[in-house]
């Protein structure tokens, strides 16, 4: 089962600034070789739903090893049987509408 | 790892009416054997991750395989390495503060 | 318009304990007059879409009086025009498909 | 007070595609003046919190007059006190840290 993810990791009780456990999180995507994208509030992230969940369960173990002893993640889910469909074609189908 | 998390599973292209959908994931995590509550928009979760996360796979699989095509899943994940909170621990941090 | 919502705020930068800065979102909430039913992972609310929206400024302009200074709030806004759907409304419907 | 969002409308009673919702929500934040970014699972905002508030209460409204008459959505919604950060200026937080 193919998923569209979108992820949000948040940090608590680390200081205002959270952009180093973010980028941990990228790294931890990259190495885990799902295609993702980082926009302003979270990540798309686009695979098979077992790597994608083992991949955010590393996001939390790796971020509590960074000494954040608190975490509330949001999680987007989005799977469907009618079609195959890439983060740019979900992107690509809002923008062919506005021309 | 445990987690507390909140799921909120919307299956598309079935019509306005999800209950039924919903009702077959509070079959799934009461097969699974996980602490929930039900609540207006959405399912509190207490367990250990990879039980939770088995359990939202499942929720995915059984709501396809009742004919819808597409679903779109809110979760939210709470982690913490400081202390055990139960789901009605978190409740009751809050109540306390409030009388 | 009629909104059923869930609120969760998330204070950054004030310790791992949030449930103060939760205990006044309820408090902004009682204030407003809306109905409202906290769970172990945010607040059900039930009102006017003006109404809700107010209430939810509210809670951010007082978390940050209360010194925190950075929020990150997930919200979630059902809006319906079949029907006129209330917070135990949508509980009882899916536990009636339980039975 | 300003904020940064993320936006998620989905329509139910509609079929499985949304984009044409979407790209109509994509015009209510063109038309508002708004700062915004697609991406594969929302739109990232940027404004002043009434302003951003009101394009998300006019989202509703159209995409309901567009005949989807239930809707759910999730919007994230973020305030500091401590900096004024842009959408872009988040992502290069981040990317900063992964190089």
């Not at 959270?18 to 941990?24: I, K, L």
């Not at 994608?52 to 790796?62: D, G, S």
């Amino acid at each position: 089962m193919k998923v569209i993810a979108d992820l949000c990791v948040i940090p608590l009780g680390v200081g205002l600034s959270v952009s180093a456990y973010v980028a941990e999180c990228e790294r931890v995507l990259a190495e885990a070789g799902l295609t993702h994208e980082l926009h302003a509030y979270g990540t798309n992230i686009e695979g098979e739903w077992d790597a994608v969940m083992a991949a955010v369960k590393m996001c939390h173990e790796r971020v509590h090893a960074m000494g954040a002893e608190r975490i509330s993640t949001s999680l987007k889910l989005g799977t469907r049987l009618d079609r195959n469909q890439s983060l740019q074609d979900k992107i690509d189908s809002v923008r062919s509408k506005l021309d």
